[in-house]
Structures are given as C-alpha cells and as structure tokens.
C-alpha cells in the first residue's frame, strides 16, 4: 500500500509544485520602450514582442507600450519606481543609462544594479565609417591625414558624436565633428552629397552602406560583430591609462545594447523564467529568421554578465568620471 | 520603365494585394478620424502583420493605410474644428468656418477633391521623378534646407493680418513658436535648454499634444458657450449639391490646386523639413491668391481657397515622402521611418535598388497610393451625408465624445499624463490668443522650423563657413524668402494704387 | 476686450522671453545664439504690441483666423467659458485619480446628465456605446495600455 500513499503524497504536492512555477496564461505581459516607435530599440522590443509568447509559460500575449521622453530616462524611472514587480512588466532603454546614472545626470531616479536584469538582446559594434572615395584606406592613414575629414553627427550623448569625439580629443586624428543631422539616415544622405566624409555608429546600422560601397569600415570599439574582428580598437591606440579608460567606459554599455530589466524585487523564480525565455527567443530559428529579415543580429548576454559589467562602470574611480564628463554628455 | 509602370499596376490589382490595401483603407479611415491618434503610432502596430506577408501585400497594406489617413484626418479638421491629424490642422481655419455656416458640405466636397488632385500629382511626381531622384534630392544640402526653412518661415506675413499692427502680431506668435521650439536639449553643447529642470521636456515640446490643444480646446469651448449643434442655426442645407459645389470649386480655382500639390510635394521630397510645414504653406500661399483686402479678410472666415489649398498640400507630400524614402533610405517624416522599417522586415534595402531591380514593386506603391485615395474619396463622398449630419448634433453630445478622442490622441503618443497637461496649457494659449485676435498658424510654423532652421545653420556654417550663402540654389530661396515677406506689402500697395 | 488679451498676451510673451534671454546668458556661445537671436526681437516686439495695445483707440485688423462666435451677452459668454474650462480640467483630475478606462464613462455620463439634461435612459445608453467604442478600439484592437490612476493604486498597495 505504500505506493499508493506515494501516490497521493504526489498528487498533493504536484499543485503547489505547479503554483510554484510562474504561469502566465490568460495574462498579458507589457514590454515598456523608452522610445518612440520607429527606432532600433523599438523594432527589437516588437520583435521579442512576437516570438517570447511561445517560450513564456501560458503563453500571454506580449505587447509593446512606447514610453518616450528624457532620453529614456522616463522610462527607467517608470520600471524602477512604478511598475510592479510581478513579472508583467519588462522594460528596455537607452544602453547608456548607466552612464547617465554615473555622471549624476538630474533626474535620474533609478540605480541600475538594482534592477532585476534579463540580459541584453544584442551586442552593438560601432565603428567609424568614412566615404569610399577619401584617400585614406585604413586607421593608420587616417591618423596620418593632412586635411581635416569631416564627420556628421545627431548630437552629444549619441555614439555618432561620441565616439569620434573621442578619437579626436583623446587620440588627436584630424577630425571635425559637425552635429545637428536629426537622424543617422540624414548623415548618410549627407555622405552622398559630399558635405560630410563619414559617420560613426552602430555597425547594423552602416552595415547596408557598406554593403553598397558608400562607405568603409575604419575603426571599431571595443565591441565586435562578425565581420569586424580585424578592424583596429580605438582603444588600442590610447596614449595614456586614463585615456584608455575613458575610452573603455564609454563603450561599456556596448556589450549591453538592448537591455531588458524587471522592476527591482522581482521574485527570482519569475527572473530565472525570462532569462531562460529570452535566451530561447534569441536561439529560435523562426525570431533568428525574422530578426535577418529586418538586418539586426540578436544575442543573449545573460541578466548576471550584464550586472557585473554595471557594476564595473558604476564603480569608476571619481577622478577618472570627472575627466570623462569633460568629453561625453549624456543625451540623445 | 514603361513596362515597369504597368507591371506595377498588374501587382496591385491581384486579388491579395487589393484585399490588403482594402484592410489598410479600412484601419486608416478611422485613424484619420480620431484625433490625436497619428498615422505613426499605427503604423508600428501595423508593422508585426506584414511579416509574413510578400512585399507587394504589405505594402499595399501600410500604404493604403497610410495615404488615406491624410483625407479622412482633413474631415475630422472640417467638421469639428479638431485636428484630425498633425498635417490637417490648417484646414481647420477656413473648413471649420465653413462648417460653421453651415457649408460642412461644400468644404468637404473641396476638400476631398483636392486631396484627390494633390495624391494623383504627389504620385505622378514619384513616378516620373524616379529618373531624376537622385540628383535632385542631392542638390539640397543643409544650406539649402536652412534656406527653405527660411522660405516657411517667411509665409509667417502671409498668415498675419495686414497692415502693421497685425504683421507685428503675426510676427509675435511666429516668434513665439521659433522660441518654444528651442525647449530641449540642444545638438551642440549638449545642454538642457528652458526644460524647467522636468525630464519631459528634455526632448523638446511635442507637436501632437500643442497642436490638439491649439485647436481642438479653443474650438470645445466654443461649443459649450454656444450651446448650439456645430452649424448652429445655419440651415445644413442640401449637402450633396453644397459637396458637389465644392468640387466644383477645386476646379475654378484649378491652378491654385496645381500649385499648392506642388508646393506639398516638393516639402514632401525634401527631407528633413517634416510633413506639417506643407500645410501651412499651401494656406499661405492661398491667402496671397486674395486679390483685395477684403478678400484676404475673408480667410479664416470660410474662404473655399483656405480648404483646398492645405487639402491639395497634405496629399501630395506623401507621394513626394516616398521618394527620399525609397531612393536613399532617408526618411522625410515619423510615418516614412516607420514604412522603412516594414522595407527591411521584407528583405527590402531602400536604395538605388528599389530604382532599378525593383522598380516594379516602386510603381507599384506609386499605383496604390492612387488608388487608395480614389477609393477614400468615394467613399467618403457615399458617407458624406452621414459626416455632415454630425454638424447638426446638439453640442452638449459631441462635447464629451470630443474631449474623450482628445485627451487620449494626446496622451497615446508618449504614455504621459504630462502630454495632456501641454494640451491643457496651449489650450489656454490658442483660447487668449483667439480672444486677442492674434493668429495661430504662425506659432504653429515657428515651432515646427526652428530645431530645423537652427541645427542646418549651424551645419552650414560648421561646414562650409561662409561660404554656403553663395550657393546658387541658396541665393534662389532668399530671394523667393523675400518675394513671399514682402507679397502682402506689394499687394496692398497695388490695391491702394489701384483705388487712388 | 480682445485689446486687454492682447495686453495680457503681450505682457506675458515679454516675460517669458526675458526669462529666457536672461536664462541663456549663461550658456556657452552655441547653445546661446539663436534663443538670443530670438528673445531679443520678441521682447521688443511684445513690447511694441504692449504700448499698441495701452495707447491706441483702434483695435487692428484681425487675423486670418477662427473667430469665436458672437451674439451672446458677455455674463452669459464669460460663466460658460469657465463653465467649459471646469469640465476640461475636471475631466484630467479625474484620469489622473481613477485612470481613462474609469474616468472616460464617468464623464461621458455627467455630462449628459448634468450638462446636456438628457434623461437617465438615453445617458445610459450613449455612456454605454461610447464606452463599448473606446474599449472595443484602443484596448482590444490596438492593445493601447492605459494605467490605472492614483487611487486605485493607492488602495492596492502599490
């Protein structure tokens, strides 16, 4: 008779068993984006949108609430103070948060490491990229060039600023920076009239300009996709520690390009459920199909990868943060 | 590349493909009738559908959608004062006056004539400037942008009322828009410019939230005080004949038509301008078609020529949008970005591709944008009736209803309370500046200029630094930027001359 | 009474572009030249449409725009006026207390009643239609998120 004891004791722990794992049928799970539709971070927050149902328990339905402003500031604040951490809302903004978090910026209500981390859905590479006409083939004769090369950018904060910023201040390449294009394509077409030589950026974002010969890949940073292995790393080139370090803060959040939070005190069980369906999501043949499509590449970095590597940024030495918001300000 | 066009043609007309565009029709109808709620947002909720569609169907989708949100958004405008859209606020000044004499009829039979005119010419532009796409969209560079920026700027004396005095209050509120547009942070140093220290404004004041406040409150208001339907004691009349009035009127005043779907498609080709300019400069040069002073003062009062000309305008730009879009990638305004995007959830890459391997496919956007417009237009003159009832409804009914669409169009685009309390304030704004008699489509044109016209002077001059102001193209847009500031002067010099 | 608007308007814009003039004083040249370019000009603009507005009999030619409608006597225009302008600032108090999905029949309902003097029935009705509408629209069909407002939240510990 035992086994049937067995069998009841089983029968009567399978419910709370079952209770313990987070189930989310019949339920509806809200993405918050800090931008408006439109851009990179929302096109991959609607693309998790359509495939993380199938590997969420209960399949829910998953949607997509643009909430713009601040930068995305708006948004962080929003999941770190209102949302409720009960797993139906997720939340992904601008990579460069932290750095708005480490500069002080006013506003910021909200401490990175202590959001309940996904992980990052891709990796983001950026390069500069300047006309195929110029003369100058690769990084070395770039750095060797007489005359001034001209690079369009959005405007401080964005990486089509910062980044050439950087090489120009901290590495002395003749580079004239002139911002105000209202978008990345802007600068593109800029390219094409020859008022500006070239553009940094994220590497999926040039990498259709490439593809058609309008630009070449000169300089990457940290951060790499494939393809761009063999192009120099603009920090390689640092004269100095701290300009190495500057250089290596600002691309930190790189590895971290499409973050996705759970508001802080999320249960962990509810965590470990997202972690495992975003990394599902990413590995799915039909999201990688989808996701070819619309030329982005997805990759899971893990909630716990992402943490440490805050965790790093965050706990710059002051000396060294003080330098860094000489160059870089936090915005767009 | 004749072949190509009738090749498009036959893509369209498949039976999946027309039933796609039909759906989209459908959903852009009533995305133009609410207000607030902008082509934009649906778009990007639109965008998960078509992935697994082919290129044509989901093209013929999103474009269907998106060419009639233009027309339908011009009625909501007319009927209830209400921008139905960013792009369909001007008609307001004149469409509404109408409605309120109980014309809704012939201002809708106007304007939706006119948007017929204005898409068939916007897609005739597309289709035969795809020759010259590329060199023509390359001669505008900053300097040149700065320049047309000037250009809108410059239809400010159009829009003022005449004589000294009223140039100074034209002037006022244009100046007041080009200030408002400086809230945010700004491209150059970085730093956070009249954002009262709140995180909202950071990125600047939005123009949905402005415009339906702007409009839309002053316009409620009014309504309540009133206490009357929309047409008030004004009999509605037999609407069928007052609509096919106003058809008729498009083709009195034919070549204003023409020139204003010009004027829309050329903002539309030009990227960087963004959608809402077209508008307000097809109602200024409207205006200047007065040939008395007395005729001038008949707009805003429900001159048939206020409604056509921004009507023609809002249409045509679309065709002219697609270009930047598909020839270079560059989009020229929200809804574009976003259609580009649908490009590359297809395999598409928007380029010189789409001009030649492609081009099919590109006639075939060309088609369906004239055909959803014929389609909405007759469909909106079988429902015409129906709308133009709705000027009859007591007041105190649609109040409600109208305030409902309004504060949820404004609080839908950013998911923030604080988009309605903007709504509230330039509802006060637009009220006051009513009362004071001081006009409103100034404001509107400094605020959508001024980021434009600062950031591409700056590049000019970062660029090219003097040289850019002798540029030929640059030299031409000065001189028509005066043209158009001293028009109403010469205009008036003219009919004193002509009385003496 | 549109020359004492005028006034108030112009006033106001003379203060509101002080302050900003006087705000961008301190920003580095880039970010200083056009609010300067364009401060200065409005100040004295507003100033100029200021002293018209004190000093002149006439009042100028309106402009190309919407004119409120006439033909009530002014008590009858100003208490309705504010009549109006209460039921908008009601209508945010009461999203922001209980959110749209609450606030949105409630005022449709009030109204009615209040303000149309409709009967009960014919409220109902209408509040019941415009409530299917909204619900059917932005929630089911284009899955637009409305929060809940401040007292629900308040009153589920959140």
Request: with cysteine; net charge positive.
């Given at each position: 008779?035992k ?23 019949g ?13 990179g ?18 399949k ?9 402003g601040?930068?995305?500031i ?7 103070n ?53 003369p ?22 964005a ?18 920076i ?9 600068i593109?077409?800029?390219?094409e ?48 520690p ?13 590895v ?6 759970l ?13 495992d ?10 999201t990688?199909a ?38 870089i300000?936090?915005g767009? | ?7 498009g ?21 009533w995305?133009?009738?609410?207000p ?11 965008l ?13 989708f ?8 233009a027309?339908?958004?011009d009625?909501?405008s ?7 859209e ?17 014309e809704a ?18 897609a ?6 795809i ?7 390359l ?27 009223g ?21 150059q ?42 047409a ?6 037999r ?44 109602y ?44 270079f ?23 010189p591709?789409?001009l ?8 075939s956007?060309?088609w ?36 409902v669409?309004v ?35 100034p ?22 630094d ?20 001293l ?9 004193r001359?002509?009385?003496? | ?27 580095p ?22 002293l ?15 004119k ?36 949105v ?17 014919f409220?109902?009705?209408?509040t ?11 929630d ?13 939240s308040?009153?589920s510990?959140?």
């Amino acid at each position: 008779m035992k086994w049937k004891l067995a069998l009841i004791a089983a029968l009567a722990v399978l419910p709370l068993v079952a209770a313990a794992q987070p189930n989310f049928a019949g339920k509806t799970v809200t993405v918050v984006v800090g931008y408006k539709p439109g851009g990179g971070y929302d096109a991959t927050a609607r693309l998790l949108a359509r495939h993380l149902p199938d590997h969420l328990p209960g399949k829910p339905t998953v949607i997509v609430q643009n909430m713009p402003g601040g930068n995305s500031i708006i948004a962080a604040n929003h999941m770190y103070n209102v949302a409720k951490p009960d797993g139906l809302t997720i939340g992904t903004f601008n990579r460069n948060l932290p750095i708005a978090q480490l500069t002080r910026v006013q506003g910021v209500k909200y401490d990175m490491t202590k959001f309940a981390w996904i992980g990052s859905a891709a990796n983001e590479a950026t390069i500069l990229a300047i006309r195929n006409d110029l003369p100058y083939k690769n990084f070395d004769e770039l750095r060797r060039a007489k005359e001034q090369v001209v690079i369009g950018s959005t405007g401080p904060g964005a990486n089509t600023h910062d980044f050439p910023l950087l090489l120009k201040d901290l590495l002395g390449l003749k580079l004239k920076i002139v911002s105000g294009y209202s978008s990345s394509a802007d600068i593109m077409l800029a390219i094409e009239r020859k008022e500006v030589d070239g553009r940094a950026g994220s590497y999926t974002s040039l990498k259709p300009f490439i593809d058609r010969k309008l630009v070449r890949p000169i300089v990457r940073a940290r951060s790499t996709e494939a393809g761009l292995e063999q192009l120099p790393i603009d920090e390689s080139f640092a004269p100095t520690p701290r300009a190495k370090a500057i250089m290596a803060l600002r691309s930190a959040p790189e590895v971290i390009a499409r973050p996705y939070v759970l508001p802080p005190g999320t249960p962990a069980d509810i965590v470990k459920v997202y972690r495992d369906a975003f990394a599902a999501t990413i590995k799915d043949p039909a999201t990688v199909a989808d996701a070819n499509k619309a030329q982005f590449d997805l990759d899971y970095t893990s909630g716990e990868e992402a943490v440490r590597i805050l965790k790093e940024v965050l706990s710059q030495p002051k000396d060294i943060v003080d330098e860094f918001s000489k160059y870089i300000k936090f915005g767009e | 590349m004749l072949e190509a066009l009738l090749e498009g043609l036959l893509l369209v007309l498949q039976w999946k493909p027309f039933a796609f565009m039909l759906a989209g029709i459908g959903i852009g109808f009533w995305v133009g009738l609410l207000p607030g709620i902008g082509g934009a947002t649906t778009l990007a909720l639109m965008l998960p559908f078509i992935y697994n569609m082919q290129p044509v169907e989901a093209f013929a989708f999103l474009l269907g959608m998106h060419s009639v949100v233009a027309t339908t958004g011009d009625v909501t405008s007319i009927l209830f004062g209400v921008p139905g859209e960013a792009t369909t606020a001007a008609i307001i000044l004149d469409g509404h006056a109408m409605a309120k004499k109980g014309e809704a009829g012939r201002a809708l039979g106007a304007a939706l004539a006119s948007s017929l005119v204005g898409a068939l010419i916007g897609a005739a532009a597309l289709a035969l400037a795809i020759p010259i796409v590329r060199p023509l969209v390359l001669t505008f560079g900053s300097p040149e942008l700065f320049m047309l920026a000037i250009v809108g700027l410059a239809f400010i004396a159009s829009l003022s009322a005449q004589g000294a005095r009223g140039m100074v209050r034209g002037f006022l509120a244009g100046g007041l828009g080009l200030f408002l547009a400086m809230v945010g942070q700004d491209p150059q140093a970085g730093i956070a410019r009249f954002t009262l220290d709140t995180l909202y404004l950071w990125q600047g004041l939005d123009l949905v939230p402005v415009l339906v406040g702007l409009f839309a409150i002053p316009e409620i208001i009014d309504l309540v005080v009133r206490g009357t339907s929309i047409a008030g004691d004004a009999p509605v009349g037999r609407v069928s004949r007052g609509a096919l009035e106003g058809v008729k009127d498009v083709f009195r005043h034919f070549w204003l038509t023409i020139r204003c779907s010009l004027i829309g498609t050329f903002i539309g080709i030009t990227p960087g301008l963004g959608g809402a300019v077209a508008q307000w400069m097809a109602y200024g040069h409207a205006t200047q078609s007065a040939r008395t002073p007395e005729e001038r003062k008949g707009f805003g009062q429900g001159d048939v020529r206020g409604v056509i000309g921004p009507g023609a305008a809002c249409n045509s730009k679309e065709g002219g949008a697609l270009i930047p879009t598909i020839a270079f990638g560059v989009p020229g305004s929200t809804s574009m970005a976003i259609l580009r995007g649908g490009f590359f959830l297809l395999g598409l890459v928007p380029g010189p591709d789409m001009l030649t391997k492609h081009l099919p496919l590109t006639f075939s956007l060309v088609w369906t944008i004239v055909l959803a417009n014929v389609i909405t237009v007759a469909a909106c003159f079988l429902l015409l009736n129906r709308l133009t009832a709705l000027t009859a409804v007591q007041g105190h009914l649609l109040v409600p209803v109208i305030l409902v669409l309004v504060f949820i169009g404004s609080y839908t685009s950013n998911s923030s309370y604080a988009d309605i309390v903007v709504t509230i304030v330039f509802g006060a704004v637009g009220y006051f500046m009513v009362v004071a008699g001081w006009p409103r489509a100034p404001l509107v044109l400094g605020l959508v200029l001024g980021k434009i016209a600062e950031n591409y002077l700056y590049i000019s001059v970062a660029r090219y630094d003097a040289g850019w102001l002798t540029r030929p193209v640059v030299l031409v847009l000065l001189a028509i930027a005066v043209g158009v500031i001293l028009y109403p002067a010469i205009q008036a010099w003219r009919a004193r001359r002509r009385h003496a | 009474m549109p020359s004492r608007t005028s006034l108030a308007l112009a006033l106001a814009i003379m203060a509101v572009s002080g302050w900003g003039v006087f705000s961008a004083l301190d920003w580095p040249w880039k970010a200083k030249l056009f609010p300067l370019v364009i401060g200065i000009p409005l100040f004295c603009l507003a100033a100029a449409e200021a002293l018209w507005a004190i000093f002149s009999k006439q009042d100028a030619a309106a402009a190309a725009d919407f004119k409120l409608s006439e033909g009530l006597e002014r008590d009858v225009v100003l208490r309705r006026t504010a009549l109006a302008a209460g039921w908008i600032i009601a209508f945010f108090v009461l999203i922001v207390l209980v959110g749209f999905p609450i606030a949105v029949p409630l005022l449709v309902f009030v109204y009615l009643k209040v303000q149309g003097r409709e009967s009960w029935l014919f409220s109902v009705i209408f509040t019941a239609v415009v409530w299917a509408l909204f619900y059917g629209l932005f929630d089911l069909l284009l899955h637009l998120h409305f929060p809940d407002g401040w007292l629900l939240s308040w009153s589920s510990g959140g």
